[in-house]
């Protein structure tokens, strides 16, 4: 009334008779709506506690929960009822199938139900951890969602409470708005129908409005406060079951023989009446056991409608939106089956086939059409074998050209079904393609024509492989050629319309502002090096090229840029010098002596240590001929040579070495070896000098030193052996005369003679000792150390011990053998020049092997100076060939001290004193 400004209740009722449309708006006005999500936390709270969670706990797996809420409303009830149950199915982790049936009689309720959009107000009663699995937000409507689980979760069907038959085996109702308005006697025929179609201990939610008091004898109360009640007592679809087998006996009693007269007169009346009212009673059975199946298919119809609903509406808005598609592409399509039958087609087919309804079914090869080319049929059965999608162009007789794109029809399951044709009209395009093909050529004759200059720049442009483009005063790209494409890695599409600075890295932005004022003014910019940012991040060196592009009066219109890729070129660069670092270091630190040389024999650069082995700087050098370093000798004929390689057809000289002699810059001579390497062929030479006057000298000490060791050998022979053998020869004479004269005297004189070879081999054994000094075994060196010691005793030279703590075993022969010669050269040296009166000879092995030669003699100062001694020299020489070190120092407080110390290798073993013993002799 107040909406139609009517404050009269008679004019109101006129109104309603003169527009009945008014009373669908009254209605809805009537009508109960459902409250917010949740919009009572303690009741929804003891709902979940006392009716969800038994619920769920009460079945097993598999078992099927049925809710149901009249009077549903726009949906929040029915939602906030699933969110609950699939909570708890979560919770509990069982997997029990559930339907919400939501009913109402107001269908605009029911639409916005299904719909499940709602503002964002539901964020008040909405706790924030169901928001995210159960809503989603939907931006453009500033709205949320109800989830796709949620919503198939619940089932909205139009159902009048109390007109239409109820549900049945309901386990739960949830009914907290829906009694609020009616009557009180019509609230108790609601409940009595509610507790009709639950279950036995099922769950009934009628919230805590106090407007609504009906009789609830049949229920137990769980949460009075609340409005949670439990479901006891009979319903209505108690009845007596039918007594079938009692009716059959009944039947069965009709057809015995009649009594006879007499009995049949007694008993006629008492049976007569008691068989009847059996029989009314057993129909009166059989009539409530129809009434209550009748009851059941009736609230199993409604469930079908409810379902049959729900299907509808989907099946309509497919309809609607395929409809709409359809309309919307108004593109041909044919749909055949298998067999190439016509299954379906859109209305827009008929563009180009001659279709009527009744072609539906019919060979496609039956059906007229406007193509030029009869090819379809064929091309469909090979999709069938093959079902990869075709495209291509056809035509029609009238001159229209269609994209014709053939492909597999597929059901729901994949399963390959027919053939799907659809076409799209191209004329149009093709049309444009074609009156744009006659304008370019127009265009390009044209432009052939007036321009010619202007194409060979523009074809320039586009063939350069450098990267050209315009820009405005701005900075804002205009152009873009494939160079710039190329360099870059921006297409045309990404690049124009941008500014160039996208380009150039922050640190050159200031500089090239700079740039940019100068060319904004007309003036020009020389080119210059920079560094640009390419679109994968790489920074590239270019080149860069400005020039301003002005009109007739000077005005600035854009600028052109000219960019080329120098990137290799900087890298070769920096190799190159790199390389050069290398060799210059190479060079500036070799110990061989390196000369360029020109093909005329002019020196073009020496290293250092060419300036060190000549005496001559650098500066000398240059540019003077090489046979300034030659003895006068080699120089004809060096020129010679190299003017008779210059001259022959075949040249080679790479890497060729000989021994010459050099000059030094004070006049003498030294000899060195020489390498020469032709680095440019015919222009540029590579002297390689090593200076070999130390290995000369080292090779004339070794041939020095055998001399030495054959004298020694041989004056150690004269000395001893030869006087022993003269003195053997004049016993032979002698014994030879007894033996004539006097036989019984010989034997002294054979005694003589024995005792003459026994110090003949002592002597042998002596000198062969220094020529092969030890045995290849373990204790070979300590047996050798010892018999030295043992020797310098028994000559007299000097009271000469071999000191080892512990036995000390050497695998390796020639490590012990140069050992025991530098203890040897160490000890023949003390008694040549120091006169010592005690030599200590120590082994020892702790992680290294050391070897010690110590004496008391006159010490350093009665030897040669250290390095130019020949024993010392051999001993070190010795000690470098096993690799072991070797240091001369005095001795405290006297003499002189010799060390050689050997890193313990793999040829060598450590035994403890209990495997192998050795005395220690002294």
């Not at 409810?306 to 044919?334: F, H, I, K, M, W």
């Not at 093909?437 to 127009?442: D, G, I, S, T, W």
């Not at 492989?465 to 804002?476: H, L, S, V």
């Not at 003679?753 to 092969?772: A, N």
Request: aromatic content about 6%; proline content about 5%; overall charge negative.
């Amino acid at each position: 009334m107040q909406r139609l400004n009517l404050d009269d209740y008679d004019r109101y009722a006129t109104h309603l008779r003169q527009h009945p449309e008014e009373f669908e708006c009254l209605a809805g006005e009537l009508r109960s709506t459902a409250a917010d999500f949740f919009d009572d936390p303690r009741a929804w709270e003891a709902f979940r506690r006392l009716a969800v969670v038994p619920l769920v706990a009460g079945g097993a797996h598999g078992d099927p929960i049925r809710v149901w809420v009249p009077g549903c409303g726009t949906g929040e009830e029915p939602y906030s009822v699933a969110i609950l149950i699939l909570e708890e199915l979560q919770r509990t982790g069982k997997d029990r199938p559930f339907r919400i049936f939501a009913t109402d009689i107001d269908r605009t309720a029911l639409d916005h139900a299904r719909a499940g959009r709602y503002p964002r107000s539901i964020e008040v009663n909405v706790a924030p951890w169901r928001l995210g699995p159960f809503f989603t937000v939907e931006e453009e409507s500033d709205s949320y969602r109800v989830s796709h689980r949620l919503r198939e979760s619940v089932l909205f069907a139009e159902q009048d409470l109390l007109g239409d038959p109820p549900f049945s085996r309901i386990d739960l109702v949830c009914c907290r708005n829906h009694l609020i308005p009616i009557r009180l006697e019509l609230q108790e025929k609601a409940i009595v129908l509610l507790h009709y179609a639950m279950h036995e201990g099922g769950a009934l939610f009628l919230g805590g409005s106090k407007t609504v008091s009906p009789r609830l004898d049949q229920f137990e109360a769980l949460d009075a406060r609340s409005g949670i009640y439990r479901r006891i007592g009979p319903g209505g679809r108690v009845r007596p079951r039918l007594r079938t087998r009692a009716f059959l006996d009944l039947w069965e009693s009709q057809r015995q023989p009649p009594l006879d007269a007499g009995e049949a007169e007694a008993a006629e009346p008492e049976t007569t009446d008691d068989e009847l009212k059996r029989v009314n009673e057993e129909l009166q059975s059989v009539n409530e056991e129809l009434e209550t199946s009748k009851e059941e298919l009736m609230a199993l119809n409604e469930e079908l409608a409810a379902v049959n609903g729900e299907l509808a509406l989907s099946v309509e808005d497919l309809e609607d939106r395929y409809a709409n598609l359809v309309a919307a592409t108004q593109a041909p399509a044919v749909c055949l089956d298998p067999s190439l039958a016509l299954r379906w087609y859109t209305p827009a087919a008929r563009q180009v086939f001659r279709l009527v309804p009744s072609d539906r079914g019919r060979p496609l090869a039956q059906i007229a059409h406007d193509f030029t080319t009869n090819d379809l049929a064929p091309i469909a059965r090979r999709l069938l074998i093959d079902p990869t999608p075709i495209e291509d162009e056809v035509s029609t007789c009238d001159g229209r050209t269609f994209l014709r794109r053939i492909m597999p029809y597929r059901t729901g399951d994949q399963r390959l079904a027919g053939v799907m044709v659809a076409f799209w009209n191209i004329s149009r395009r093709k049309q444009a393609e074609e009156e744009l093909r006659q304008l370019n050529a127009e265009l390009e004759r044209r432009v052939a024509e007036r321009t010619q200059d202007i194409r060979r720049l523009v074809t320039l442009i586009e063939t350069s492989q450098d990267a050209i483009y315009t820009r405005t005063p701005e900075g804002i790209i205009k152009t873009w050629n494939p160079g710039a494409e190329r360099l870059y890695g921006y297409s045309v599409r990404e690049a124009l319309d941008r500014s160039y600075l996208m380009l150039v890295p922050l640190d050159c932005r200031d500089k090239e502002a700079e740039k940019n004022q100068r060319l904004k003014r007309g003036g020009g910019i020389p080119p210059y090096e920079t560094r640009r940012l390419c679109k994968n991040g790489r920074t590239s060196f270019v080149s860069v090229a400005h020039s301003p592009i002005q009109d007739a009066s000077g005005k600035v219109l854009g600028i052109a840029t000219i960019a080329r890729d120098i990137t290799d070129q900087k890298q070769a660069e920096e190799s190159l010098r790199r390389s050069e670092a290398r060799t210059l270091a190479i060079l500036e630190t070799a110990m061989d002596a390196v000369i360029g040389i020109d093909q005329r024999g002019l020196i073009e650069w020496v290293n250092p240590a060419a300036e060190r082995m000549f005496g001559y700087s650098a500066a000398e050098m240059e540019a003077k001929n090489v046979n300034m370093i030659m003895p006068s000798s080699y120089r004809d004929e060096h020129d010679d040579h190299l003017a008779r390689y210059h001259q022959t057809d075949r040249r080679r000289m790479t890497g060729f070495e000989r021994e010459v002699e050099a000059r030094h810059k004070d006049g003498h001579l030294f000899p060195v070896e020489l390498a020469v390497s032709e680095v440019e062929p015919g222009r540029l030479y590579t002297s390689i000098i090593r200076d070999i006057s130390q290995r000369r000298m080292l090779e004339r000490e070794v041939v020095e030193i055998a001399s030495l060791e054959q004298r020694r050998i041989g004056q150690d022979l004269h000395d001893s052996v030869g006087q022993e053998v003269t003195a053997l020869n004049l016993l032979a004479d002698d014994l030879a005369e007894i033996l004539a004269n006097d036989p019984r005297t010989a034997a002294l004189q054979v005694e003589r003679m024995r005792q003459g070879l026994r110090r003949i081999q002592k002597e042998l054994r002596t000198v062969l000792r220094g020529l092969v000094p030890v045995s290849v075994d373990t204790l070979g060196l300590m047996a050798a150390l010892a018999d030295l010691a043992s020797t310098v005793r028994q000559q007299g030279k000097a009271a000469c011990t071999f000191d080892c703590p512990e036995p000390v075993t050497v695998g390796d022969n020639v490590v012990a053998t140069q050992l025991y010669l530098i203890a040897l050269e160490a000890v023949h040296n003390a008694v040549k020049h120091a006169r010592p009166r005690e030599i200590r000879i120590i082994l020892r092995s702790n992680h290294r092997l050391v070897l010690q030669v110590k004496d008391d003699g006159t010490g350093l100062s009665a030897r040669p100076p250290e390095g130019q001694g020949l024993g010392l020299r051999i001993m070190r020489n010795r000690a470098a060939v096993i690799g072991a070190t070797l240091t001369v120092e005095a001795a405290q407080p006297r003499g002189t001290l010799v060390t050689c110390t050997l890193p313990r290798r793999d040829h060598e073993t450590e035994q403890d004193g209990t495997s192998c013993s050795c005395p220690d002799r002294r």
